[in-house]
T-cell receptor, first 113, second 113 residues
Framework: DQQVKQNSPSLSVQEGRISILNCDYTNSMFDYFLWYKKYPAEGPTFLISISSIKDKNEDGRFTVFLNKSAKHLSLHIVPSQPGDSAVYFCAATSTGTASKLTFGTGTRLQVTL | DAGVTQSPTHLIKTRGQHVTLRCSPISGHKSVSWYQQVLGQGPQFIFQYYEKEERGRGNFPDRFSARQFPNYSSELNVNALLLGDSALYLC????????????FGPGTRLLVL
């Protein structure tokens, strides 16, 4: 039972354009969502997060949008840079079990020149 | 400041053997969690420890165990290794057990032959 789904295994975007990575969840108890970036041979690196009391959180080039009614969140990267090429994981957790992150299967982003 | 460190980086074992993986959290972080990442999947929660006590456990068999030491470092032990235990084992640390944001180490890649 995949509670967090990233339906696009890969995405290719030109440098300077917007990258949009999507994530869906099924568990209504999830109330905190995170995005991690992972390079080969490294552990996941925290990027940005959002609480369910918000619908948008912005940090520099990264913005996360949350649509609770649709149980959907997205990560926007503007402008995309070649160094953004990595695997992006969406993760979710709920109050009281904050230590237990439930991850999606990841989306591989390639930013081309 | 040093991030989360893990040892060893790579390990090859045979079926039936036992393995011990080690993790040192970020200085000041008292909570450590362990995740298993199988190829092509997102990380899956195994354990969380805080103040030497188990605070959470994922859906893993009893062959998996862990402990935390007074200096907050942690060990993950896996007995009677199976081929399916081949994975990247990630350690994550956070300030408190209820901290949603966790910071990951580079992982230990275990291959079971």
């Amino acid at each position: 039972d995949q509670q967090v789904k990233q339906n696009s295994p890969s995405l290719s975007v030109q440098e300077g354009r917007i990258s949009i990575l999507n994530c869906d969840y099924t568990n209504s108890m999830f109330d905190y969502f995170l995005w991690y970036k992972k390079y080969p041979a490294e552990g996941p690196t925290f990027l940005i997060s959002i609480s369910s009391i918000k619908d948008k959180n912005e940090d520099g080039r990264f913005t996360v949008f949350l649509n609770k009614s649709a149980k959907h969140l997205s990560l926007h990267i503007v402008p995309s840079q070649p160094g953004d090429s990595a695997v992006y994981f969406c993760a979710a957790t709920s109050t009281g079990t904050a230590s237990k992150l439930t991850f999606g299967t990841g989306t591989r982003l390639q930013v081309t020149l | 400041d040093a991030g989360v460190t893990q040892s060893p980086t790579h390990l090859i074992k045979t079926r039936g053997q036992h393995v011990t993986l080690r993790c040192s959290p970020i200085s000041g972080h008292k909570s450590v969690s362990w995740y298993q990442q199988v190829l092509g999947q997102g990380p899956q929660f195994i354990f969380q420890y805080y103040e030497k006590e188990e605070r959470g456990r994922g859906n893993f068999p009893d062959r998996f165990s862990a402990r935390q030491f007074p200096n907050y470092s942690s060990e993950l032990n896996v007995n009677a290794l199976l081929l399916g235990d081949s994975a990247l084992y990630l350690c994550a640390s956070s300030l408190r057990p209820d901290s949603e944001t966790q910071y990951f180490g580079p992982g230990t890649r275990l291959l079971v032959l």
